[in-house]
């Protein structure tokens, strides 16, 4: 049907489509709205444990390995060990490292040997947010050329850190105790 068969009177499907649309649209503008403005009722809550935006994080982080001393520990047998001070640095968003609780492994390579301890003697600087920790080792190199070392803390809210590792090469002069690494009273 085109334009000039249509009577005067007579209204095209999409006029009236869009008529409907816009007095419907209304019509429920009208319903949803509240007759008068009301202030906004806003509820708060606590969100449960896994939902909260606060994560507990540990960060450890400047791992070094001094050497102090070079035969300068008792090893096995009345070998002598090198003597490493080991230090790094630590941040905790929650503060809870002021109880904390860190593990060594040492990797001793080409032999593949392992010595992994919890180290109970250590001196930490800061407080629960932010400082650093340092302790000495006893380590026996035996016929391992090299000493990988792995840091991992804990702390009283029994959140882990990242872990950092060293690689250091056998230092000239070390005795050929067997390889074993142990904290230094």
């Not at 503008?29 to 806003?42: C, D, F, S």
């Not at 002021?98 to 040492?106: A, C, L, M, P």
């Not at 600087?125 to 340092?134: E, K, Q, W």
Request: hydrophobic letters at 30%.
């Amino acid at each position: 049907m085109t334009n000039k068969n249509r009577l005067p009177n007579q209204i095209s499907r999409r006029c009236l489509l869009q008529s409907l649309g816009a007095l419907g649209g209304g019509m429920m503008a009208t319903t949803l709205l509240p007759g008068r403005w009301i202030k906004p009722v806003i509820e708060a809550g606590q969100l449960p444990a896994h939902a909260q935006g606060s994560v507990d994080v540990l960060t450890i982080s400047q791992l070094t390995r001094t050497v102090i001393t070079i035969n300068g520990c008792d090893g096995p047998n009345g070998a002598k060990g090198t003597v490493y001070e080991i230090e790094f640095n630590y941040t905790n968003n929650n503060g809870m490292a002021n109880s904390i609780s860190i593990q060594q492994d040492t990797m001793f390579a080409p032999s593949g040997r392992r010595s992994t301890f919890d180290v109970k003697q250590f001196t930490r600087t800061g407080d629960g947010y932010r400082g650093a920790v340092s302790y000495r080792v006893c380590t026996g190199f035996g016929t391992d050329t090299s000493i990988t070392t792995t840091i991992t803390v804990t702390d009283g809210n029994d959140t882990v850190s990242n872990q950092l590792s060293l690689t250091e090469d056998k230092p000239t002069g070390a005795s050929r105790f067997s390889g074993t690494a142990y904290e230094m009273p």
